[in-house]
């Protein structure tokens, strides 16, 4: 059986296009600062991360992707009819992707796919930045923006020029927001605890987006600079003591998470019905190129007063417009900013 598969492996191979030429690469460093020689056209390209296709189709060039990782983000299918066309993968299977004769992948830095993609020929780029490395909002915001960049300096001229408009975008954002919260003294920041989920007692920690937002958004995120990087556990006694005065819940999951559950009842934000559903896109907001809208959700969110000039419905629907080509209507903005699907739900599939 493993011959056989070895076999059609290396059928596989000797079928895929032949080598570039000189001529038809280009060298760039990507996130792990890995060089790697990349088509200067890449016209079909698989998406190994699930914010890669987000990435791609901001930047106007989806109809290249010929494989995307599965999830379930609630707006993605809703914004392009086009992807639930698109053949869904859960891992970097190469013969699968050498069927499909893609040219380029988009990928997270693991090592065993990495090799698997470059001893078929595959060129990949690993494109999520280590945002964990970050010594200041500084340089996660470099990060955030470098990511796009990437994507566009890759996908051609077009998309370069939205990847440059884009963080034109980003940077008025971030500059509107922290040009308030900047100012605001320790005892104005509420403390926000934010749940990653599947469990209540998950969330991002420390040199998340999460994290940066929420400080940008002037929220107290102390609790988050203590756990550890990337998906984090907490325990009950630790957010009995720290009290947040405010709970987010991402990723689609329910807010029965933490109201239906009898150890959070006397935390301040459940005892004040601030338990608040984030609001998801085209992909999560808390990793995706859609945290440039949950800064400003936030920042509303927290600090009503000191926004009251922010249309978090007129923002949401710009952006969509704007880089997503579509067209929210009052109804569907409603909807989304109220941490809903298409279908006026709230739920994730994957429980990822």
């Known amino acids: 059986m493993r011959a056989a598969r070895e076999l059609a492996l290396a059928a596989l191979l000797l079928a895929g296009a032949a080598p570039m030429r000189a001529a038809e690469v280009f060298t760039v460093t990507d996130g792990a600062g890995r060089e790697v020689s990349v088509p200067v056209d890449a016209r079909r390209v698989a998406c190994l991360t699930g914010a890669c296709y987000e990435k791609v189709f901001l930047l106007g060039e989806a109809d290249r992707i010929v494989a995307r990782q599965r999830n379930f983000p609630p707006w993605l299918e809703q914004t392009n009819p086009k992807a639930r066309d698109i053949p869904t993968v859960t891992t970097a299977n190469v013969e699968d992707l050498l069927s499909r004769h893609v040219q ?8 065993g796919p990495l090799e698997k993609l470059a001893s078929a020929g595959i060129p990949a780029l690993v494109t999520t930045p280590s945002t964990a490395e970050a010594r200041d909002r500084e340089d996660f915001l470099r990060a955030v923006k470098d990511e ?18 884009w963080r034109a975008c980003y940077d008025a954002m971030v500059a509107r927001i922290t040009a308030k919260t900047d100012r605001l003294p320790a005892d104005k920041r509420p403390k926000v605890y934010y749940v990653r989920g599947p469990a209540a007692l998950t969330t991002h920690g420390r040199e998340s987006n999460m994290r940066w937002y929420g400080e940008m958004a002037g929220a107290n995120m102390a609790l ?6 990337g998906i984090s556990p907490v325990n009950i006694e630790d957010i009995i003591a720290w009290n947040p005065d405010v709970i987010l819940v991402g990723r689609q999951y329910p807010l029965e998470l933490v109201t239906q559950d009898p150890r959070w009842s006397d935390i301040a934000a459940v005892k004040s019905g601030r338990v608040i559903a984030v609001p998801d896109g085209v992909f999560f907001w808390d990793s995706s190129s859609e945290g440039v ?26 952006y969509y ?3 997503y080509h579509y067209a929210l209507s009052d109804a569907e903005a409603e909807k989304l900013l109220q941490g809903q699907g298409p279908d006026g739900r709230r739920q994730n599939p994957m429980g990822n």
Do not use: I
Request: without cysteine; proline residues 7%; positive net charge.
């Open 293 to 318: 809208l949950l800064l400003a959700f936030m920042a509303k969110t927290l600090h009503p007063d000191l926004f009251a000039d922010l249309d978090l419905a007129a923002e949401v629907k710009a």
């Open 148 to 165: 796009v960049r990437l994507f566009g300096d890759v996908l051609g001229p077009k998309a370069k020029a939205v990847a440059q408009d």
């Open 104 to 111: 380029l992948a988009f990928s997270f830095n693991q090592p």
């Open 321 to 323: 417009r704007r880089f």
């Open 224 to 229: 988050m600079r203590q756990t550890k990087p």
